[in-house]
């Protein structure tokens, strides 16, 4: 039996996502395609996908539909291709490899499901065009597609369209956040089969297994525990009613800690109509976010770095990848509460593909979910608290003179001792060496995941606080504190001296500066 590869114009007849645009999710894909600038296709016609093969085998291989249990997948470039570079490519040219690599755009599997086709999709971000408010994407991990023995790679994070049959909503943003870059060494990223299996194993319904209506935030919380990882809630602290909602300093400051630490992020929350009208539970997976301007703190201010964040960019499996939703506020009786907002650029496309996007509703977050390390031990929250109650003591220590930010993360101990210190110092190569020597001979052995507490000034780092992530919460100490600015020390002193407390706060100190 012959099975070709085809290499067809993009949004061409052949190719497979245009046969589809009847679909909003393979409309906006395509839309997504034409603004990186998509040219050709690359369709293997015969693909067998871990994920469509565990929904064949738990639910689709006993209905008398008889479906098949073979996909395809297209691949997306942003250059004409045509069989003498493929060809070229398979026979080991190294430079027809680089170009089509060069122009990898990411790859749609297409399952035999005729209501809910689009399987795995991994496609490239859009080209960063604000460089001076960087977007993070930390969460985003490399993929490797292997053809006809050559490798495709693409740096994203994979979606793919609800099926009710195996998974709801829930279900496929739950799938979404364990394809995090922060387990790439760690865990087999399981099925949107399995995390079904799990979450009913661990949640006690009445409800069937499959077809799968959807999952209960508890039990997505339980299902990521019986996964192997520690579940990180956030909830809301604006009171409506029943329902809670958050305030836009709570939640941009809660996700970014989150994404920043290279954890995807699920958000829970009601869709709601214009003028606010509910139109049912949904749940999403943020996968990024739009880093906010420099602030210019107020003095006597304490402020939290990220508290001014515009942009998140969702995977939402009722429209598709990396959706741009603006965090806006509205005002409600018991305060103002976020509510995301579908807010795309401006396309680069034809503008005569219509786009999905234009007429979705609003989500209103009611609860952030992460899935990290067992290790971890400590929330958000918590690490938030810690930098409040510092920073404000350090602002009483300037008389009410100064304004600061703060933030906080996690980090692996490699990688904060490695790039991150890197990032910051490598500029000066004798603190860098200093530091990371004093770290590593000096204090107390650190875990391998570190909360980190950082205070800075309009942009500019300050100081470090290290934080011991295994311990219980009442009892999390701080491993050391890293000074960046000099004139930070003589203010420590003199808050350790005023409020000996600060000392546990704080650790032993370590000077990264010249």
Not at 49 to 73: M, Q
Not at 182 to 190: G, M, Q, S, Y
Not at 379 to 389: C, I, V, Y
Not at 497 to 513: I, S, Y
Request: hydrophobic share 40%; proline share 6%; charged share 20%.
């Amino acid at each position: 039996m012959v099975r070709p590869l085809l290499v067809v114009p993009f949004g061409g007849p052949d190719d497979p996502l245009e046969q589809l645009k009847s679909c909003d999710q393979a409309r906006y894909i395509l839309c997504y395609l034409a603004d990186l600038n998509a040219r050709s296709a690359l369709v293997e016609p015969t693909y067998f996908d871990r994920d469509y093969l565990s929904e064949f085998a738990s639910f689709y291989c006993t209905s008398t539909a008889g479906y098949p249990n073979v996909c395809k997948r297209v691949h997306y470039f942003s250059a004409e291709v045509d069989r003498e570079l493929l060809t070229a490519a398979c026979s080991g040219v190294r430079q027809a490899q680089e170009l089509l690599n060069a122009h990898y755009l990411g790859f749609v599997v297409l399952r035999p499901i005729q209501g809910t086709p689009l399987g795995r999709t991994v496609l490239r971000w859009y080209g960063d065009k604000t460089p001076h408010l960087p977007r993070v994407d930390t969460p985003s991990r490399n993929y490797e597609a292997h053809v006809a023995g050559f490798s495709l790679q693409v740096r994203g994070l994979a979606w793919q369209q609800q099926d009710t049959g195996v998974g709801a909503c829930a279900t496929i943003a739950l799938w979404s956040m364990l394809h995090s870059s922060a387990f790439d060494d760690r865990h087999v990223i399981p099925t949107t089969a399995e995390i079904t299996q799990t979450a009913h194993r661990a949640g006690l319904t009445g409800d069937r297994l499959f077809p799968s209506e959807g999952l209960t935030f508890g039990q997505l919380v339980a299902a990521v525990r019986d996964s192997g990882f520690a579940p990180l809630v956030v909830t809301g602290k604006v009171q409506r009613g029943n329902e809670t909602s958050f305030s836009r300093e709570h939640f941009c400051s809660s996700l970014a800690a989150l994404v920043r630490s290279g954890f995807p992020v699920l958000i829970a929350g009601t869709l709601t109509e214009t003028g606010g009208a509910s139109m049912g539970g949904h749940a999403v997976c943020a996968t990024g976010f739009r880093q906010a301007g420099v602030r210019d703190e107020s003095a006597g201010k304490l402020s939290f770095e990220d508290e001014d964040t515009e942009y998140v960019y969702l995977h939402d499996d009722n429209i598709g990848p990396s959706v741009r939703f603006r965090i806006d506020v509205e005002t409600t009786s018991g305060g103002e509460v976020v509510i995301l907002r579908p807010s795309r650029p401006p396309p680069q496309h034809d503008p005569a593909r219509s786009d999905p996007v234009a007429s979705y509703p609003c989500l209103r977050p009611s609860s952030l979910l992460a899935a990290a390390h067992e290790e971890i031990r400590i929330t958000p929250d918590r690490l938030h608290e810690r930098a409040l109650h510092l920073g404000t003591m350090l602002i009483a220590m300037t008389g009410g003179q100064l304004g600061l930010s703060a933030s906080a993360r996690f980090f692996n101990l490699r990688h904060f001792v490695g790039a991150e210190l890197g990032r910051l110092l490598g500029h000066h190569p004798e603190a860098l060496a200093k530091v990371r020597l004093a770290l590593w001979e000096e204090v107390h052995p650190m875990s391998l995941h570190l909360g980190v507490i950082r205070i800075g000034y309009k942009g500019t780092p300050l100081m470090d606080v290290l934080f011991d992530t295994t311990d219980s919460e009442p009892n999390t100490r701080a491993f050391a504190h890293l000074i960046y600015e000099p004139a930070m020390e003589g203010l420590l002193d003199g808050l350790v001296a005023q409020r000996p407390e600060a000392d546990r706060l704080l650790g032993p100190r370590v000077l990264a500066t010249s």
